[in-house]
DNA sequence: CCTCTATGGCGAA
DNA sequence: TCGCCCTAGAGGC
């Protein structure tokens, strides 16, 4: 359940249980093993967040650099946690017996020890994330008002607009009323900015909700007010996920193609203002 | 039981 | 553009 929000709340999570706190770690699968040891008995400092990877730093250059990739999950517990099941690569615990928290991670596409230099290489690869402080759209933009390839590819490049994925990308354009494959240099500065804007207020509500809603019942004509719209993530949407369905404004089918492997969702009438496709 | 799917990303060709 | 890695839950028979 991986955008950037999830990876933000996780890091909140992470500084609520374990910071300054005593902590075992282990991994009960193995593949994480030689890490856990080097790190059990010790204090979590802090963890964190940029975009979708999430670091968890116990000091002396200890960090533990996680990316979820797309099956990735963490599970917290409290107090004495289930007997480990499946593929259980990272259990975190607090140093008391029977430990009152417990941190699962299963399934990490990264699982691994990194110190100053490799945190700097990953960070450099990100552009900024929506949900810091202090980033800045425009650096974004630099990159995005001089591509050729597709809106819709370019919201999901994390070296623009990390912590992004899939369903925020499908929401984002749709809000937008973006044609998903209009090349990038054919945006306006001003829709970026109107994008951005939106983008920081959408993650930020995710990140307080744990949902990604974008619906907003007064876009809504009357009689599609009611239609069920709640998707398995457990978000209200007008797109992701929603093929073949009605659109929700205009109750055209909502329509769905693959580009670079992942599939996107968009109306195509509320999405097809007549602009140049490429 | 089996098959399909998923909010991601890497590296080879 | 492709294949591949990671795991669990849903749905079909």
Redesign the pocket.
């Known amino acids: ?3 950037g929000h ?1 990876i933000h709340r996780l890091a909140a999570e992470y500084n609520a249980r374990f910071r300054g706190v005593v902590t075992r770690s282990s991994s009960p ?1 193995g ?1 994480f093993a030689a890490e856990a040891a080097q790190l059990d008995g010790r204090v979590l400092a802090g963890a964190w967040a940029y ?3 999430l670091f968890c730093d116990f000091g002396d250059n200890l960090t533990v650099h996680i ?7 963490v599970g917290f517990f409290s107090g004495p946690p289930p007997a480990p ?5 990272w259990r975190l615990t607090t140093a008391d017996d029977p430990p009152q928290c417990t941190a699962d991670l ?4 990264a699982c691994e020890l990194v110190d100053p230099a490799q945190i700097d290489r990953i960070l450099g ?1 990100l552009g900024p994330d929506p949900l810091r402080e202090d980033s800045d759209g425009d650096l974004a933009w630099h990159r995005i008002r001089k591509s050729r390839r597709p809106i819709a590819a370019l919201l ?1 490049d ?1 070296q623009i607009a ?1 912590g ?4 925020y ?1 499908a929401e984002l354009l749709y809000r937008h009323r973006l044609e998903p494959m209009m090349a990038g240099q054919l945006l306006k500065y001003r829709e970026w900015q109107a994008m951005w804007a939106d983008l920081v207020d959408l993650m930020h509500e995710g990140v307080r909700t744990g949902r ?1 809603d974008t619906v907003r019942a007064e876009h809504l004509p009357e009689a599609m007010g009611r239609l069920p719209r709640v ?4 978000g209200e949407v007008y797109v ?2 929603r093929a073949g369905m009605p659109c929700l404004v205009c109750g055209t089918k909502v329509r769905t193609t693959e580009l ?4 996107l969702f968009w109306c195509n009438k509320c999405q097809n203002i007549g602009r140049r496709r490429r």
């Open positions: 359940m991986p955008e999830t699968q593949r975009g979708k990877h990316h979820l990739g797309l099956l990735g999950k099941v499946g593929a259980l690569r299963r399934g990490p596409t690869q999901m994390q990390p992004v994925g899939n369903i990308r990604i998707d398995r993530h457990g992701y996920r670079e492997h992942r599939n």
